[in-house]
């Protein structure tokens, strides 16, 4: 053990910390004095202390320890061994000296022991007063943490049982201290985490490496209704003084923190769902790819299953009657639950719920009801036994109800059902599924009013073009229309097969560039005249040029004519264009040729002539008129669309209903972009009259 010289080199403050226990760092002097108050055993801490060796200071007076008193005291001080016999016990400081010649405070403990022969030794202990403050200091900061300290502190044995705890900790085990001495910490400390925690713990006391702030999640016996989240550290005990190694650790209730972080980062997920669903929710103008958006935007991250219903209102204006049955039509679902719960969302076109349903109290509150999946609820809701079986085995625990509501009107219902696997639906989850109804009712209300007028124009386009074409022993005709697939608008194709005085035939093709009413519109009067054209005889050039006057006249700026007139009785075809692209014409040998010597700019520019070509088809030859959707496409030239109809129509044409669909089904192998027109004509010639 070091002399006092490490005393001399450094004096430490009032709290001192270095290697070693508090009692490795107190020097202990122990020493006898006998009835003559002379020294009669002198042990090696007194050496240490004093710096005497034992044949140098036995038999001497005890004042060759003290230090000479100061010069204005004036009576001599009561020597140690008259304090140990008349006081019995006497504890004091008094001014020491080593045997160099320093003068230090020591502490003094003197009491008279009594040997077997009754003879009387006064044994003495002395130790620097410096250290023993050293030591008082440290002890009682630490009796201050154990009573004060806000955080948990704990002392727990090699067995894991409570040693020692401060008042903190049981506080936050709901159980008083003494319950827990002598318990194991798995008795007061609950935890889901299938042992992980106590094999730290023993991990800790094995290899001496101390755990820092690991997250525990427990419940205690004391609060066994609160879910804690505990940060804890433990570090093992030294065992030094003889006592029993263990572990001490520290404990902070972190249950309120983990929550708002928990919270938060459920918030800043609720957003980045939000701004995935707004960019998600409404790219096209079709009702039920929308209403399969806000499936796809709410599964799995919002919830288990959705479905999407609109309401079969007979008015949309009509009053919402809480004592009526409600109809509705579902128009998406999806689930990543396992069966039943896919036949649950996905089994009903039609769903009817009666009076009193948590349907009917969602729409006269006009807000976001969640309701737990129980009996109350599947009676009241479901109409079907089948439909309720399937409900209750479905695994889903309750349910989020979400009105469609655009231009004051509920438009129709979202659901969101969570299974037992997630949490029920909290306060901000109603906000949640709220805003993504909102955001969806708006983008389906865009739709189903497109929806309307896209029908309106439909039933335009469908209303304009021929319903019969006209017929000919002369001419044999397939026709074809196929809508563009773009969700935008109808366009103005147009087609017409017309009987002309003196046997002919006329075949008409034309194109209205634009979309929508206007277009449809446009093609229907262009139409009209036309056929009203043809029917007084006229030749293709002068058609073209009344037909530019009337586009002119109402404003049609661009739209393009391809008119034929055939005459059985020479086989040959009178053909004027208006910009729209050539004939094509597959002989009896199957050669293809192309009549592009007919151009003309489009109808609605005016002040430019038409030309009428003249051509002789031989018997049997078929005409291929075609709007520009059939050889336009993006990714390919215009001159690659023309060889391609030129290949396929090269092939068997025998049956022309049969060869309009084949080439329709390899020319156009997805929806078009724009509206298609087919019209195959086989032309053949009428046998001369007899005289």
Known sequence: ?????????????????????????????????????????????????????????LARPTGVLLAEPPPDVADAPVSLGERGRTLGYWRGRLRARHRDGEDFDCGFRVFPVTGAGGTSVVMALASRSDQ?????????????LFETCPIGLVMLDEDLRYVHLNQALADMDGCPIEQHLGRR?????????DGAYLRMLHEVARTGRPVVGALVGVRTPGRPDRDQVRSVSFF?????????????????????RERAIVEATAGRQRLALLNRAAAAIGTTLDVDVTARELVDAAVPDFADASVVEVVEWMDEHEAFDPDRPLITRRIASGTILPPPATELVSGLD???????????????????????????????????????????????????????????????????????????????????????????????????????????????QRA?????????????????YVPGSRITEVGGDWYDVISVAGGRIALVVGDVMGHGVPAAAAMGRLRITAKALARHNQEPSALLAELDACAEEA?????????????????????ASAGHPPPLVRNPDGTVGTISDVLGVPLGVGGQPFATTETELPDGAVLALYTDGLIEARGRDIEEGLDAVRTE????????????????????????????VLVLARVHRALPTAP
């Open 649 to 676: 129509l090269a092939a068997e044409c025998g049956d022309l209903e049969a060869a309009a669909d084949r080439m329709l089904s390899r020319l156009l192998p997805g929806p078009p972009d724009d509206d298609t």
């Open 555 to 575: 404003g049609i700026d661009l739209a393009t004519c391809l008119y034929i007139l055939y005459d059985p009785a020479t086989g040959r075809a009178c053909i």
């Open 185 to 193: 910490v798995d008795d007061l400390m609950i935890t889901s985490d």
């Open 350 to 460: 039609h769903v009817t719920y009666p009076p009193g349903s948590a349907i009917h109290r969602m729409l006269a509150t006009g807000g976001v009801v969640a309701v737990p999946v129980d009996d109350a609820f599947v009676s009241s809701t479901v109409i079907h036994r089948e439909r309720a079986r399937l409900l209750r085995d479905s695994g889903l625990t309750c349910i989020l109800i979400a009105p469609l509501i655009a231009r004051d009107t509920v438009q129709g219902l979202a659901m969101f059902g969570r299974s037992a696997a997630r949490p029920a639906f909290t306060e901000q989850d109603h906000g949640l599924g709220g805003e993504l109804a909102s955001r969806a009712a708006l983008c389906l209300d865009n739709a189903r009013l497109y929806s309307r007028v896209q029908d309106i124009a439909l039933t335009l």
């Open 1 to 57: 053990m070091p002399s006092d010289r490490l005393g001399r080199e450094q004096v430490p403050g009032p709290l001192w910390s270095e290697p070693g226990t508090l009692l490795e760092h107190v020097r202990v002097a122990v020493f006898g004095i006998d009835g003559d108050d002379r020294i009669c055993y002198w042990g090696p801490g007194a050496q240490d202390l004093f710096g005497h060796e034992p044949g140098g200071v």
């Open 464 to 480: 304009l073009l021929p319903s019969a074409l006209a017929t000919s022993p002369y001419v044999q005709v397939a026709h074809r």
């Open 132 to 144: 023993l403050d050293r030591v008082k200091t440290n002890l009682a900061f630490l009796d201050s």
């Open 236 to 256: 093992p005990l030294s065992g030094a003084v003889g006592s029993r190694p263990g572990l001490g650790g520290l404990m902070v209730d972190v249950t309120d």
